[in-house]
């Protein structure tokens, strides 16, 4: 399976789903630092208490972003496995590969894995795992706000400094949105896939990617779209004329002279201007430890006059 044919059946999963509940706040038995003590317990983003009774040495981890977390943590040593698209960083394309949007199971459990970080996936997998006695926590984060979270939690059920890196990135976001307050507000339109050009996805309220328009002074034309990853028609867009085009979709192949070439998009502003912006989508599709990276470029591209 290609990566892009990845985005689009994650895409797709998430698009069907009901809007989650607002997940509850953390709960641990031990402060989340370095030496935490065991047993720990976790709640994850389904609600689901966990509880750790020692320290995990060998880890599945099934989510590009939730790799990133751990190489972060400091637990390369201890991740066993991951699923076939973690690539960041570059160590990650070493560790041994259970799959993607369908794991196997009889792979993680053969790995004697102790500790499953996943994505939610609904076929029932993860309950298959931890119906052999593995702690299985999903960790879902889609929020700016979750990155954060997502540190505090990993850290706690591994064992490593979590609230020191929540710290980073909430201490890395503030300045950003320090830095954005007297930025020219601009139109801006999110290029998440294009796999359909009559149907562009893009991300709207409820997505980190919205969330980081704002914070680095964007105004996001999919800002009253009914769902986090809503679906645009290029008309819709022309309408729309963004002062910026942002391509999350770069890394699957799609120019910026494939976009200017666009029927009727010579006249949006973005294109006009010269203001159509490859972007690594390893980067700003990902709520992980570098969402204060993600959020500097954007801020760059946001406050960059043509």
């Not at 960041?88 to 394309?93: G, Y």
């Not at 919205?210 to 990853?229: V, Y």
């Amino acid at each position: 399976m290609s990566r892009r044919a990845f985005l689009g059946i994650l895409l797709a999963t998430l698009i069907s789903c009901a809007p989650a509940a607002t997940p509850p706040a953390l709960t641990t038995t031990a402060s989340p630092v370095p030496a935490a003590a065991f047993p720990a317990t976790v709640v994850d983003f389904q609600g689901k208490s966990v509880t750790m009774a020692k320290r995990p040495e060998r880890i599945v981890s099934i989510g590009p972003s939730i790799t990133e977390f751990l190489f972060a943590l400091g637990a390369a040593d201890r991740i066993v496995a991951v699923d076939d698209f973690s690539d960041v960083p570059a160590a990650a394309k070493a560790k041994e590969k259970v799959g993607g949007v369908k794991p196997n199971v009889e792979k993680i459990i053969a790995l004697r894995t102790d500790l499953l970080l996943s994505l939610r996936i609904s076929d029932g997998s993860l309950e298959r795992v931890a119906a052999q006695g593995i702690p299985v926590l999903v960790v879902e984060p889609k929020s700016l706000a979750d990155a954060a979270r997502t540190a505090i939690l990993l850290g706690t059920a591994i064992g490593a400094d979590g609230a020191g890196l929540a710290r980073s990135i909430e201490d890395g976001l503030a300045s950003v949105r320090a830095k954005a307050v007297n930025v020219p507000k601009k139109r801006v339109f999110h290029e998440v896939d294009a796999s359909d050009p009559t149907k562009l996805f893009s991300a709207g309220p409820g997505s980190f990617i919205h969330e980081m328009i704002q914070l680095a002074g964007g105004i996001n034309i999919a800002a009253k779209a009914a769902s986090p990853f809503p679906q645009l028609s290029p008309e819709e867009v022309i309408r729309a004329d963004p002062e910026v085009i942002v391509l999350g979709d770069a890394g699957y192949g799609v120019t910026v002279a494939e976009v200017v070439a666009r029927p009727g998009w010579s006249a949006i502003t973005a294109v006009r201007t010269k203001r159509v912006v490859p972007a690594d989508p390893n980067l700003v599709h990902r709520p992980g430890p570098r969402i204060v990276e993600a959020a500097e470029l954007y801020l760059r591209i946001v406050r960059e006059t043509p």
